[in-house]
């Protein structure tokens, strides 16, 4: 028979040396790597870690499990598992109960709190039903009564280990259950805000429907109206015109002068109410958008120093010309300009941002007036909407139409008390081209 010799290893196993008697120690396998294996190879790639006090079971213990080929590796103390526990992240643990120092029950829930995915099965000599409850409280996975049957005990470090690897399968399972769960609720939430998205668009559309309705309704009854209502005003215009010639009471006179000049002011509307729904005919040119804002704001420099208005100009780029009638350019930016103007009768600021974004030319026209209250945003293009005692209400109307004419969009943002922003987007090509 062989003599059994133990050489401690540093930050690790022992390895083995078997010597026949008279014959010289010879190291014969290394235990800690558990790549040379002796008898069964049915756990090559399984860690266990033996901790006990007693170096000869200690030896004796890992020679069986070495022979069924686990790596082995073992501890005579609690310090030296805890070290060997986090470097080599055994599977399982045959951890001896009494240890002097840090005895087996402490170890046991040091190494459980630490790495939850080693299983610990505690061996011991003296063995009560309550140390068996306590210790598996304390989350040891199996009890063994020392002495032991080798077999016994290696069918339980299996049974152990299969239990093992069904729980963390089982603990892995749940992980990716939670992961995916997560991720069907980030789906979730992006097609919420995906369908948010298109309920807005598709608000936004069906507004656009609405008004353009509104608009054809208005064109149908005002194309009639507006042509039968001209006429027989031209004749009582030419009759208050005629009854004024020859006349000597200054006060009938004036009388007549207010009659032509209700007419008039009724012709106007008529024919703002036609540009508002015809579409004048088309006169294509091409247009540089700043010179047009330029010249009409030479117009309304009088008006706005009257009131007191500042007008700013912030063009950010120089725009292509476009193709497009310059009467209905015009009427866009007049129609916004006298809109403001009007509403800074104390005072203000007029201010005209133009940039240019690829193919698309912006234009804000901003003023400091008087705003228009949140209840009135969504009316201020429908026809006739007006808030003033002479206005028509067919301004904004009209600057819709053309826009709409050459593809381009306008927004409105305004604060009540602080002002207002027209924005503008027109393409640069022409809906011809
Ligand atoms: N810059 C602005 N600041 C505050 N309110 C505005 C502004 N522009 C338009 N509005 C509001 O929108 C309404 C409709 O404007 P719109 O130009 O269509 O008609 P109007 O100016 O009242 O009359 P018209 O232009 O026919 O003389 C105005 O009466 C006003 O209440
Ligand atoms: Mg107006």
């Known amino acids: 028979m062989g003599k059994l010799r133990m050489k ?73 598992a805890l070290v060997l526990a986090k470097s080599e992240q055994p599977e399982v643990v045959l951890l001896d109960y009494f240890m002097p120092g840090k005895d087996g029950f402490t170890t046991l829930k040091e190494i459980k709190n630490t790495f939850p995915d080693i299983y610990v099965i505690i061996l011991t000599g003296k063995g009560s039903e309550e140390i068996a409850v306590s210790l598996m409280k304390a989350g040891a996975s199996d009890y063994v009564l020392k002495p032991f049957v080798n077999q016994d005990l290696v069918e339980r470090v299996e049974k152990v280990l299969k239990v093992r690897e069904v729980e963390i399968r089982n603990k892995e399972l749940l992980q990716e259950r939670d992961r995916l769960l997560l991720e069907i609720e980030s789906w979730n939430r992006m097609l919420e805000k995906r369908v948010e998205e298109k309920s807005l668009e598709l608000q936004k559309v069906q507004e656009e429907i609405v008004q353009t309705e509104k608009m054809s309704t208005l064109g149908y009854i005002s194309a009639g109206m507006a042509h039968e209502i001209r006429n027989p005003l031209n004749s009582i215009g030419l009759y208050a015109q005629l009854l004024k010639g020859g006349l000597d009471d200054p006060e009938r006179f004036e009388f007549l002068e207010k009659i032509e000049m209700e007419v008039q002011r009724i012709d106007g509307i008529l024919r703002k109410l036609m540009d508002a729904v015809k579409r004048p005919r088309y006169h294509l040119q091409e247009l540089s958008i700043p010179k047009v804002i330029d010249s009409l704001l030479e117009l309304f420099q009088s008006r706005a120093k009257m009131h007191g208005i500042r007008i700013e100009r912030d063009y950010r780029a120089t725009p292509p010309q476009i193709l497009a009638d310059l009467t209905e350019v015009e009427q866009i930016f007049s129609n916004l300009f006298a809109n403001s103007i009007e509403e800074m009768s104390d005072g203000g600021v007029l201010t005209i941002v133009l940039e240019q974004k690829e193919d698309m030319v912006h234009i804000d026209v901003i003023d400091t007036g008087k705003g228009i209250p949140q209840e009135d945003l969504q009316r201020i293009f429908d026809p006739f909407f007006t808030t003033k005692s002479s206005g028509t209400g067919l301004g904004l109307s009209v600057v819709l139409r053309i826009i709409r004419t050459y593809n381009g969009k306008i927004a409105v943002k305004s604060e009540a008390g602080k002002g207002t922003t027209f924005s503008i987007t027109l393409p640069l090509h022409s809906p011809e081209s």
């Open 8 to 80: 401690r290893q540093p930050g690790a196993a022992f390895s083995i040396s078997v010597s026949k008697r008279g014959e010289p120690f010879m190291p014969r396998q290394e235990l800690q790597e558990g790549k040379t294996v002796l008898g069964k190879t049915n756990q090559r790639d399984t860690t266990l870690l033996l901790v006990d006090d007693e170096k000869v079971n200690l030896v004796l213990t890992a020679q069986i499990f070495h022979n069924r080929g686990f790596r082995v590796l073992t501890a005579s103390n609690a310090a030296e």
